[in-house]
């Protein structure tokens, strides 16, 4: 399996509790390689855009609002079958159903507020790395 790419971001409830540190080193365990990060807040329309997604779904709104209530951490990730190997790392969307050891059982507050994204296809990772990196900001 050849080496993949994909984008992580820290959500505002994990950056909020001080714990960027804690979540990149169960990715770095995992062997992932953030080999590019950076803090930023995202504006109601950039967060709008990158959730364009989800909004026929009842919660967009909500999950805009929460994703614009902090900084967040935007990260390219790499490694063997990263889009997947991250999911895997990150658990399940709802916390109360991730399994143990996964980052959203061990710090996720609740279905909208579970600390972690991570993109869920090598196609969607391409263009989500895109949306908030230039190539000269990654060093493989
Ligand atoms: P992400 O896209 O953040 O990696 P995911 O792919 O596991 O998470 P999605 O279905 O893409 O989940 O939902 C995107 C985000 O929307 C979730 O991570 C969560 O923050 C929020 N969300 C999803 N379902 C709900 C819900 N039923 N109620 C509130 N918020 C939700
Ligand atoms: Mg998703």
Redesign the pocket.
Known sequence: MASERTLSIIKPDATRRNLTGAVNALLEDAGLRIIAQKRIRLSRERAEDFYQV?KERP?YN??VTFMTSGPVVVQVLEGEDAVLLNRKVMGA?DPALANAGTIRKIFGES??A?SV??S?SPDNAKTEIAFFFSEGEITG
Do not use: R, V
């Open positions: 989800h919660f909500d999950l969307t279905i909208e579970n994204h991570g869920d």
